[in-house]
């Protein structure tokens, strides 16, 4: 330690002692109350504060705060920040927290005051929020997770409501012949920010459903994620039957009668939650079908507190509601059997006074038809003025799927519009463009991104600069990979050469492409691989070569898509692509923020038109990677011709097989084409100019378009505030 540092840190250290005889609990309370809101997984100064108590148990334990305090006495923490002189910065990181808390000066005070006794409740099925909280599984919990924390920064009243699954989703590996297994792990809710909510009484709240096969109860955690308290449904309580205990403990596990199960504790249960903690919402948000359960509720308590008939309460509650529809695909919106409905709502429907078919017919585009059965979207729709999907494309696709609920109404008057997602800044953004832009950008820009005019700023970048940045990232990037392909090598029992291989595996100089998402088979993870050879010389190319980084999960009972990652993963037994086509195990938050900071390329050929949006793409735009990807979901509307590229010209064919060689073809057309050749061209300065002019127009027109905070503004402008009651603002189609 140098002398100028162990001054400053007696300095410090004398400094607190004389001003709190109490420092040591107080410095205790202070990381706790840090540890304790999920504000710190988008603030850097305080996770890094984390990571240098401790920098080894911190990966090793997933990057979890709370973990990490279990294993300090309120001693050991102040010696460890004595030694560490993290004092000032403890407390600076307190009080930035306390000030963030407080703070009432805020977009959501002047654009959504309406909200202000009112809030909007949120309701989604998973939150990714980050790593150390496995209550998600892919891009739908990314994006609720995204957009609570756009809605805390922006201060738009918000509440959250989900379900707290004690096992989360799977932790993946693969076997030595690349297939996946899944492992469940326990969460210990004691490493978790998360509290007992409390009933008026002080007591932990529990709430009852009543069903025609008896009570389904839950008692409720509350998870603070900056000012938005997040509640989670946990249906592991006294009083359940055993197999109802267990409900909660898997995302999209079991069967159909779990799915209505956990659907009935997040929208039914999710309301009464909210009841009981005196919780009055102005607006309800509901983020894909599972939660549409919800507004039933809603109206009965409203026919129990006004008097109203269910006709006029449902007119009311429907005003109020909002609901966000994701799926493309027909097959991907939850139906259950009658008998299932039945069984679940058959009490609740009693209350409302509704016969059985009124009833069902709630879930049907048909009223008349008995043998439909109940679809959750159908129902979200009926309950929801205000509806709309994900991305400008998917609004068109929508319309049209939904358009017999309507057919009165042409196409184009469909009442479903589109706002297009963003992803949250702040928790995608590496931290060395974070300091670039800093040196660019106005002071304060973090709190504008969501705005088209900081991001203009982007263009007095220094190329050169921007580029050595980019390098830093992508050799960050190789490193984190090798340290994983390391481990997993050693977990298979693999011999010290291969070992020693994994180490050296892939060149910084190299182009990197990045595929990593969900391995559902539309997403065409093959495409790539549709014609060996063609890829191969791509990869091998000596003077330009090409090296590729997968990964992701198969759900488990998708059997087609686990072979699509055992396809990819034996590449590495294939002496053409050993080195070169990588897999990763265990895709999640934390897996994907490294990929997208660091990658050149990344790349997305779903089959057009069944991605809804694409959200990994827009985490790319902001640390200066490049897309390339078929004219799908977001990428239909952000691509200009010179912020990144495009796979074919928008189009496809009824027949799949058709689709997917024009797709396949005009993959390695572009790559060959315009993607290589860029990318290698380099000036006198031995910089890929004409590259780093994309990087440069993807930045300027894409960052604040897909950022969560334009999203969450346009939700607050022309769903949120219209549906509370203030002045409308219609949505576009
Ligand atoms: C962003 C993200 C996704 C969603 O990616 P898509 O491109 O929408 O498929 C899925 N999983 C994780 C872990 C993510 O971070």
């Known amino acids: 330690m140098s002398s100028i540092e162990s001054i400053l840190q007696r300095m410090e250290t004398s400094q607190t002692h004389t001003q709190d005889q109490q420092s040591v609990e107080d410095l205790y309370e202070k990381c706790q109350a840090l540890a304790n809101n999920l504000w710190w997984s988008w603030t850097p100064e305080v996770e890094h504060l984390f990571r240098d108590l401790e920098p080894v148990r911190w990966r090793q334990l997933d990057h979890n705060p709370v973990a990490l305090l279990k294993e300090f006495t309120p001693e050991r923490l102040f010696e460890r920040a004595t030694e560490m002189v993290l004092f000032s910065r403890i407390n600076q990181a307190f009080r930035r927290l306390k000030e963030y808390m407080a703070s009432r000066q805020t977009w959501g005070a002047t654009h959504a005051g309406v909200l202000g006794a009112r809030p909007v409740a949120y309701f989604s099925a998973e939150f990714g929020i980050h790593e150390s909280l496995p209550i998600y599984s892919g891009g739908l919990g990314v994006l609720s997770g995204d957009h609570i924390k756009s809605a805390s920064s922006l201060g738009v009243p918000l509440v959250a409501v989900g379900l707290f699954y004690a096992q989360g989703y799977f932790r993946q590996q693969l076997s030595p012949e690349g297939y996946q ?24 709240l529990i709430i009852t459903i009543e069903t025609r096969t008896g009570k389904l109860m839950a008692k409720v955690w509350k998870i603070q994620v900056g000012r938005v308290p997040l509640y989670l449904m946990d249906s592991n309580v006294e009083g359940n039957r055993p197999e109802d205990r267990t409900l909660t403990s898997r995302l999209y596990g079991g069967d159909e009668r779990t799915r209505i199960r956990q659907e009935l504790l997040l929208g039914v249960g999710g309301v009464k939650a909210l009841q009981a903690l005196g919780i009055n919402p102005g607006v309800f948000h509901l983020n894909e079908g599972h939660s549409a359960f919800g507004p039933l509720e809603v109206i009965r308590h409203r026919m ?17 509601s909002v609901f966000t529809t994701h799926t493309p695909v027909p097959a991907g919106h939850d139906r259950f059997s009658p008998e299932l409905v039945e069984e679940h709502l058959g009490p609740l429907r009693d209350q409302l006074g509704l016969s059985y078919e009124q009833f069902m017919s709630l879930g049907r585009v ?125 977990r298979r029992g693999e011999s010290e050469a291969a070992l020693e291989k994994a180490r050296n595996v892939l060149d910084p100089t190299i182009l990197t492409i990045g595929f990593a998402r969900r391995f559902a088979t539309y997403k065409r993870a093959n495409l790539l691989f549709s014609d060996l050879d063609r890829v191969a010389a791509l990869v091998n190319d000596p003077c330009r070569p090409v090296q590729i980084v997968f990964s992701g999960k198969a759900h488990p009972k998708d059997e087609p898509g686990k072979q699509l990652i055992q396809l990819i993963a034996q590449l590495r037994t294939d002496p053409r692509f050993a080195d070169r086509v990588l897999f990763i195990e265990d895709y999640d938050i934390n897996v994907c923020r490294h990929l997208v900071q660091g990658v050149d390329v990344w790349l997305n050929n779903p089959r057009r038109p069944l991605e809804a949006l694409g959200t990994s793409g827009q985490k790319v735009v902001l640390n200066g990677g490049l897309n390339l990807s078929i004219l799908d979901g977001w990428w239909a509307e952000a691509y200009d011709g010179v912020n990144g590229f495009a796979i074919g010209k928008g189009s496809h064919h009824l027949n799949d097989a058709v689709t997917d060689k024009r797709d396949g073809a005009a993959l390695y057309e572009v790559l060959e084409n315009e993607v290589v050749p860029m990318f290698y061209k380099r000036d006198i300065d031995g910089l890929p100019r004409e590259w780093i002019k994309r990087m440069i127009n993807s930045i300027a027109t894409l960052a604040w378009r897909f950022s969560s905070d334009r999203m969450v503004m346009d939700y607050a402008r022309h769903a949120y505030v219209p549906a509370a009651g203030g002045l409308s603002c219609q949505m576009e189609n």
Not at 182 to 198: C, Q, S
Request: aromatic share 8%; with cysteine; hydrophobic share 35%.
């Open 304 to 320: 129990e507190e006004d008097g109203l008939h269910f006709d006029d309460a449902l007119r009311e509650v429907a005003m109020q």
């Open 366 to 490: 048909d009223p008349q038809n008995p043998t439909e059965p109940f679809c959750m979207t159908v129902i979200g729709l009926k309950l929801s003025r205000t509806a709309n999907s994900v991305s400008q494309l998917h609004g068109h696709v929508s319309r049209r799927m939904w358009s017999h609920l309507w057919p009165w109404r042409v196409e184009s008057e469909i009442p479903i519009g589109h706002i297009t997602n963003g992803v949250h800044s702040s928790s995608w953004l590496a931290e060395q463009m974070r300091n670039f832009y800093d040196r660019l950008f106005p002071a304060n820009w973090m709190s504008s991104v969501g705005e088209p005019e900081i991001w203009q700023g982007i263009h007095k970048a220094d190329p050169g600069e921007l580029w050595e940045i980019h390098n830093t990232l992508k050799t960050m990037l190789l490193s984190f990979i090798r340290r994983r392909v390391v481990s997993q090598c050693r």
């Open 181 to 204: 297994e899944e492992k469940y792990i326990d969460t210990l809710i004691e490493n978790l920010p998360a509290r007992p909510a409390l009933d008026a009484n002080g007591e932990p």
